[in-house]
Antibody, heavy 117, light 107 residues
C-alpha cells in the first residue's frame, strides 16, 4: 500500500526557514515524480514543486527548494524567507505520468505551516 | 500561466440528483485535465484523470468529458458521501494550476 507521511510543519516567524519532509512507503520513490501542493486556510489548492531524479519544477523560485533522498525514500521542501501568505497545509503527493495524462494520484495527510510573529 | 475557471463556485443539491461542474482553461490543454474531490479536513483524492479516465476505485457515477479548453465533471445519482469540494487541475504545462473549487452542499 502506498503511504506518504509529511512532517516538519511548525509555527515560524516571518523571514524564517523550515524544512518539510515526506516519507514514502509501499513503492520506490525513485521511479516517480514527487510533488508538493499547498492549501491556505479556507482556500483552494496550489501546486508548489515537482521533482524526479535531478529534474525539478517549482513555482517559488529562490525561496523554495525541493529535493529527494532515494536511499531514505523521502522528499523534502526547504522553505526560506517565509511570509504570512505561506501559511498553509502542505501536502506531499506522487505525480503519475503516462503518455496521455499526468495527475497527482497519492496524497499524504498534510503538515501545517504557520507563519506568524 | 494557464488560468482555470470553475463554475459554479458552489451549489446545493439533493441525494439522487445529477450534478454538473464545468472548468474552462485560458488556453488549450488537449485532455491534460484532472478532477479531484476534497472532503473537509482530508487530503484531495483524484477522481478523473486525462479528462475522462476514471481513477481505479472511484464509483462509476463520476464521469468527465471535454477537451481543448472546456471540461465537465458529472456526478449522477448524488450520494451523501459526495458532498465535498471539487477541483479541476491542468497538467499540460508548468506551472500546474487548479481551478478555484466547487463546493457541493446538501439542499
Amino acid at each position: 500500500e502506498v503511504q506518504l507521511v509529511e512532517s516538519g510543519g511548525a509555527l515560524v516567524q516571518p523571514g524564517g526557514s523550515l524544512r518539510l519532509s515526506c516519507a514514502a512507503s509501499g513503492f520506490s520513490l525513485s521511479t516517480y515524480w514527487m510533488s508538493w501542493v499547498r492549501q491556505a486556510p479556507g482556500k483552494g489548492l496550489e501546486w508548489v514543486a515537482n521533482i524526479k531524479e535531478d529534474v525539478t519544477e517549482k513555482t517559488y523560485e529562490g525561496r523554495f527548494t525541493i529535493s529527494r533522498d532515494n536511499a531514505k525514500n523521502s522528499v523534502y521542501l526547504q522553505m526560506s524567507n517565509l511570509r504570512d501568505e505561506d501559511t498553509a497545509i502542505y501536502y506531499c503527493a506522487t505525480y503519475q505520468t503516462t503518455t496521455a495524462s499526468r495527475h497527482f494520484d497519492h496524497w499524504g495527510q498534510g503538515t501545517q505551516v504557520t507563519v506568524s510573529s | 500561466d494557464i488560468q482555470m475557471t470553475q463554475s459554479p463556485s458552489s451549489l446545493s443539491a439533493s441525494v439522487g440528483d445529477r450534478v454538473t461542474i464545468t472548468c474552462r482553461a485560458s488556453q488549450t490543454m488537449y485532455t491534460y485535465l484532472n478532477w479531484y474531490q476534497q472532503r473537509p479536513g482530508k487530503a484531495p483524492k483524484v477522481l478523473i484523470y486525462g479528462a475522462s479516465n476514471l481513477q481505479a476505485g472511484v464509483p462509476s457515477r463520476f464521469s468527465g468529458s471535454g477537451s481543448g479548453t472546456d471540461f465537465t465533471l458529472t456526478i449522477s445519482n448524488l450520494q451523501p458521501e459526495d458532498f465535498a469540494t471539487y477541483y479541476c487541475q491542468q497538467s499540460y504545462i508548468s506551472p500546474l494550476t487548479f481551478g478555484g473549487g466547487t463546493k457541493v452542499e446538501i439542499k
